[in-house]
């Protein structure tokens, strides 16, 4: 019986040994991703971020409005032509001027909002400078890859 326990003890040992990472990357003290020896050819770190003015302007409200509108008279034609009871007709009326209004706003965000000029130092050395709308957490000194055209955290 104890011999038993023995193999299955040291099996179990064996087993867990696997598992165990010597990559530099992992654990308590490794070194940072900038300073490790496998570096990706577009990661860095943020070295400055600047707010970037859009100069547009409209009255807080404008998105929600035409929006709403639109969304009205798109919900009542819509029914109207699938021949909807008068019921139906005012039910769809309200449900595209919410989804017309609540686009509008969003729309009217997105292209009056600010955004960002990231100055990212890549790990070659060379400086790109990336514009987004969101940081999504990235602040200076963080390192993160460069995807598609946007900075995100690594």
Do not use: F, W
């Not at 165990?20 to 770190?45: H, L, Q, V």
């Not at 409209?58 to 909807?84: C, F, M, Q, R, Y």
């Not at 400078?129 to 946007?150: H, S």
Request: charged share 20%; net charge positive.
């Amino acid at each position: 019986m104890k011999i038993r326990l023995l193999a299955v003890g040291a099996i179990a040992a064996v087993a867990l040994a696997g598992c165990a990472t010597t990559s530099p990357n992992y654990g308590y003290g490794s070194p940072s991703p900038a300073s490790s020896s496998a570096r990706c050819y577009d990661c860095g770190i943020v070295t400055r971020i600047d707010t970037v003015s859009s100069g547009r302007t409209a009255p807080s409200k404008t998105g929600a409005v035409l929006g709403g509108i639109v969304g009205a008279i798109a919900g009542h034609e819509i029914s109207d032509k699938t021949g909807g009871s008068k019921g139906n007709q005012n039910i769809a009326t309200v449900a595209g001027a919410v989804g017309g209004a609540v686009a509008g706003n969003a729309i009217q965000k997105r292209t009056t909002g600010d955004s960002y000029d990231v100055h990212v130092r890549m790990d070659d050395g060379r400086t790109v400078v990336i514009n987004q709308r969101d940081l999504a957490g990235i602040r200076e000194n963080t390192y993160v890859r460069v995807v598609n055209g946007k900075v995100v955290l690594r």
